[in-house]
């Protein structure tokens, strides 16, 4: 009989290895768990809320992937069994596999922030989950007045997409500085820096002036609590009032990872650098922002790598070869403004218990560069994401 591999999670990183899996060895059955009919993408959700792109950019079918011989179920994954080596979905079905790949993203922890739970996300969107949450936010910047205060507060690390606060920053200032160019925007940080934080801030300064003003941990301490229906933000010193708030709590691995015993006391899930099985289950393979993939940022281009990686290894391991030993790689992207782009890259190996950065491969965006750069720069982030979009969902 064939080999069966089933993916819980249809994102970057399961629809990634569901395909690869087929496209390294046909003859493996390939069964792809995932509830919703259609992804929104997190990836360019930013340009949705900056208002820059219409929400469309971000939905993606599975027909495409089914097309290439994977079975998709549309149903969530409620229980692992690593015994009887099952999946149950809600909907009682059972699919047995030789090998599971977990790829459910992340979920919110509420009420880490005092008072903010699902009902407060309703009334101040974290938009850190595309769909809904995205456009909610989106409607409350264009409702809000000329001369409103909008407040976003990021959590401490780690987190899914450590640019992604900032850039989202950015293209609500634009937003901001060519609609409603009396208001403010508050960053209320729970951490000391942030990624690319040189480039965004001069960038920052030189298009948007003194529009947003970003303070860390050290000046008003971390938001602790927050007043959803006052639209009141609590840090350690200090209470804000927004008139739109967009608050990130912190996150860790989704339920159905945490449910299934592969997440350890830090909320995700511990993974074998080489081949992104779990330490705490065999023949259950971690991938995407559920693991604690070491250096490698959250991101979807990591969860793209990792999955491809896996998928690799996974049919290696299926057919009794030993796993070998790869180099990752991760990108990432952010839009200050219209036509204005900068990065960061990083390469990673398997250290010994983690995947570690190589040192001195990669970096950020030059400090100083010309109009061009910044421009080509912003080129780039839209062609990878037609091309990440195209490769995992075309
Ligand atoms: P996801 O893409 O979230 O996919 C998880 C899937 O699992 C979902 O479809 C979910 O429905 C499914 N699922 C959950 N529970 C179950 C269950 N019980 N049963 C079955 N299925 C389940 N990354 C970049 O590389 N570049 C960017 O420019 C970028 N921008 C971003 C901007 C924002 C605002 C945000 C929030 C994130 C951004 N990211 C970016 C990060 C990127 O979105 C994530 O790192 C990426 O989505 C991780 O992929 P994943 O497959 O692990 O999780």
Redesign the pocket.
Known sequence: ASARVVV???????ATVARSLRASDPSIDVTL????RT?HS??F??LVIGGLQPFSVLCFGYDDIAATGVRMVFE???RVDPVTKTVRTEGDLDFHYDRLVM????EMIWNAISGYNEAAAELMPH???AGPQTLLLRKQLEDMPDGGVVVIAPPANPF??PP?PY??ASLIAHYLKTNKPRSKLMILDSKEYFSKQILFQRAWTEIYGDLIEWHGIFDFGAVIAVRPLERVLVTESKEVRADVANVIPPQRA???AQISGLADETGWCPINPVTFESSLQAGIHV????SNAGAMP????S?NAQAKVCAVQIARLLKGKPPIRTKLANT??SLVAPGYGISIAGVYEPGEVLIDSIKGAGGISPIYASAKFRRLEADYGASWYRTITEQVFG
Request: charged share 20%; net charge positive; hydrophobic share 40%.
């Open positions: 819980i999670g249809g994102g970057y990183a399961g768990i995932e509830p919703r992804f997190c990836p959700s930013n969530r994954a409620i790829a459910p993203g992340i938009a850190w989950q899914r997409c992604g850039e989202r989704a339920r159905i991938l995407g922002d559920a959250k991101s979807a281009f969860a990432c992207y």
